[in-house]
T-cell receptor, first 113, second 114 residues
Framework: GENVEQHPSTLSVQEGDSAVIKCTYS??????FPWYKQELGKRPQLIID?????GEKKDQRIAVTLNKTAKHFSLHITETQPEDSAVYFC????????????FGSGTQLTVLP | NAGVTQTPKFQVLKTGQSMTLQCAQD?????MSWYRQDPGMGLRLIHY???????DQGEVPNGYNVSRSTTEDFPLRLLSAAPSQTSVYFC?????????????FGPGTRLTVT
């Protein structure tokens, strides 16, 4: 089955700096890659996703890049703010399947004021 | 819409007890899933369903049963609770739309087995 590895497990940045979180996946058939944000004690919520026919996608301060050849994808957050502090999870699945997501282990992002 | 709801929010069980975690959604989503979240391990899929009457196993199904008699409800049953099942459990649903693969999560149930 699919295996998703996520790095780093913890990341601290100064407010206003950029943050990058990286994930690799093992199943070349995976073609949908979402990122979820989970604030302390809350449920995970989708912040951005990308499909394998696209190399990059942006939404304001958040962007995701995908390298299908290397089987890795990354989350980029620019101009970080204290409210960006949370745990971020990457995931992968095969579109057309039953939406079974395989998640990475998570990255605790702390934005220091 | 209430979205995805889960009950209870917290539960303490003794080893060997059984219980059912409830999950309901009012968005008419076909797909529903149960995940468990443990520190440092992300979310792992327990069971999932692609529609009423259809369920299948995920990555970590042992010790859990599910059924899907209606589109709205997807309960998770712990048959004989073990300390290894101490975790936070999330139910999620997703629409049957090719354009959207977003999973909508419930608020979670924190389960402790002593």
């Amino acid at each position: 089955g699919e295996n998703v590895e996520q790095h780093p497990s913890t990341l601290s940045v100064q407010e206003g700096d950029s943050a990058v979180i990286k994930c690799t996946y093992s199943d070349s058939a995976s073609n949908y890659f979402p990122w979820y944000k989970q604030e302390l004690g809350k449920r995970p919520q989708l912040i951005i996703d990308i499909r394998s026919n696209v190399g990059e996608k942006k939404d304001q301060r958040i962007a995701v890049t995908l390298n299908k050849t290397a089987k890795h994808f990354s989350l980029h957050i620019t101009e970080t703010q204290p409210e960006d502090s949370a745990v971020y999870f990457c995931a992968a699945t095969i579109s057309g399947s039953a939406r079974q997501l395989t998640f990475g282990s998570g990255t605790q992002l702390t934005v220091l004021p | 819409n209430a979205g995805v709801t889960q009950t209870p929010k917290f539960q303490v069980l003794k080893t060997g007890q059984s219980m059912t975690l409830q999950c309901a959604q009012d968005m008419n989503h076909e797909y529903m899933s149960w995940y468990r979240q443990d520190p440092g391990m992300g979310l792992r899929l327990i069971h999932y369903s692609v529609g009423a009457g259809i369920t299948d196993q995920g990555e970590v199904p042992n010790g859990y049963n599910v059924s899907r008699s209606t589109t709205e409800d997807f309960p998770l049953r712990l048959l004989s609770a073990a300390p290894s099942q101490t975790s936070v459990y999330f139910c999620a649903s997703s629409p049957q739309l090719a354009a959207s693969y977003e999973q909508y999560f419930g608020p979670g149930t924190r389960l402790t087995v002593t």
